[in-house]
């Protein structure tokens, strides 16, 4: 299993560029999260689904669109990309918990992350 | 909300012990500990749900105190390979699969 991968691992942006940051998990997961890492701020969550067809948006939805392609793949986008979109994103995944049924892997699995500089 | 975590930052000779500390402001259902080395991606430690329970990996454990609604995670006897920023991440009853983490503290070990 490769787990969560993420491509690009690194993309160099001008201000205005567009561009879509992929995510994909071969662990069979219904929940997927996008999230954003400046230093000192620690991981801050941009947009997450809770299962396939659903997305939500996190603590700093603005700037960026997502699309849960299907189960294994949630994607990113930057519309318009700016400097203060410089940042470390990781992609992340877990399973779905319902109510209180919290599956004996409650716990989010990381990728790699794709570090992006907007000039 | 993002949990609040203490210290920010914490400096320990081999063998010396820290304790790390995570809090938030609503009711939690769960609280999540990862570290992550340097350019490198957040790394699972361990989970602690509703009931107050105490968990240990090899010479880490945590507590949860859903009262207080705190969590400590303690390093004992602290090895080289523990440097790193450890994070807390929090999940409170209201939205079980929205995970918000604490700004981080950064450990580091010194032989």
């Known amino acids: 299993n490769a787990g969560v991968t993420q491509t690009p691992k690194f993309q160099v942006l001008k201000t205005g560029q567009s561009m879509t940051l992929q995510c994909a998990q071969d662990?069979?997961?219904?929940?997927m999260y996008w999230y954003r890492q400046d230093p000192g701020m620690g991981l801050r969550l941009i947009y997450y689904?809770?299962?396939?067809?659903?997305?939500d948006k996190g603590e700093v939805p603005n700037g960026y669109n997502v699309s849960r392609l299907n189960k294994r793949e949630f994607s990113l986008r930057l519309e318009s990309a700016a400097p203060s979109q410089t940042s470390v994103y990781f992609c992340?995944?877990?399973?779905?918990?319902?109510?209180?049924?919290?599956?004996?892997?409650?716990?989010?699995?990381f990728g790699p992350g794709t570090r992006l500089t907007v000039l | 909300q993002q949990p609040v975590q203490s210290p920010q930052a914490v400096i320990l000779r081999e063998g010396e012990d820290a304790v790390i500390n995570c809090s938030s402001s609503?009711?939690?259902?769960?609280v999540h500990w990862y570290r992550q080395k340097h350019g490198e991606a957040p790394v699972f430690l361990m989970i602690?749900?509703?009931?107050?329970e105490q968990k240990g990996h090899e010479k880490i454990s945590a507590s949860f105190n859903e009262k207080k609604q705190q969590s400590s995670l303690y390093l004992t006897a602290s090895q080289l390979s523990y440097s790193g920023t450890y994070f807390c991440?929090?999940?409170?009853?209201?939205?079980?699969?929205?995970?918000?983490f604490g700004a981080g503290t950064r450990l580091t070990v010194k032989p």
């Open positions: 992340a995944s877990k399973a779905f918990r319902i109510g209180l049924l919290v599956p004996a892997t409650d716990t989010q699995y």
């Open positions: 662990m069979n997961h219904n929940s």
């Open positions: 689904s809770a299962s396939e067809g659903t997305t």
């Open positions: 609503k009711a939690l259902y769960s």
């Open positions: 602690l749900l509703k009931g107050g």
């Open positions: 991440g929090t999940a409170d009853a209201n939205h079980n699969n929205d995970m918000r």
